[in-house]
């Protein structure tokens, strides 16, 4: 009787963790029921008290200030680029890459910082020019980016592709 109901409890966790973190959106702007979205992508991503070295050493102590190990691959824009960020998600600042995926029509410089998350030390810290690829979803009447998706082919937007908006009903 307790296997079956172990086996119970473990699929109904597999499926609230699948639903609240595999769910997307089949197009940009889209409704998101993911209210929390924007902030998270704010606070991991463009934060205004970022190293401004490319040192090791200096960026180790920055992670470990923050308790921030948990992510492999972390990746931080500029304070300043907000608006051109949030733009990606706009057809003047964006195009669709696919489902709510969007691609910016400029390119961006940020830093990627890779981490052994095991003993939460930095493996690796580059400066990158590329096009951001963000996911972007409605929060509060208007489309913002809730992820940011990794671009390692350094991918360019399509000029025939679709400008970053709600698809029309």
């Known amino acids: 009787m307790v296997p079956v109901r172990v086996f119970f409890i473990s699929a109904a966790w597999f499926l609230l963790v699948h639903q609240t973190f595999a769910q997307h959106n089949n197009a940009p702007c889209l409704p998101s029921c993911w209210n929390n979205g924007y902030n998270i992508f704010v606070r991991r991503h463009i934060r205004s008290d970022i190293p401004n070295s490319l040192d090791q050493n200096v960026w180790d102590d920055y992670i470990k200030s923050k ?8 990746s931080f824009l500029q304070a300043d680029d907000l608006r051109r960020v949030i733009a990606v ?12 995926l969007c691609i910016s029509r400029q390119s961006f410089t940020f830093v990627t910082v890779r981490i052994d998350t095991s003993t939460c030390s930095i493996r690796s810290v580059q400066e ?3 096009h951001l690829i963000l996911a972007c979803d409605k929060l509060n009447k ?7 998706e990794g671009n390692p082919d350094n991918l360019r937007p399509n000029n025939n592709a679709k400008a970053c908006q709600a698809p029309k009903t």
């Open 67 to 74: 308790n921030d190990c948990d992510r492999h691959t972390q």
């Open 89 to 100: 998600c706009t057809p003047r600042g964006g195009v669709i890459y696919r489902r709510n």
């Open 128 to 130: 990158e020019t590329k």
């Open 142 to 148: 208007q489309c913002l980016p809730v992820h940011f």
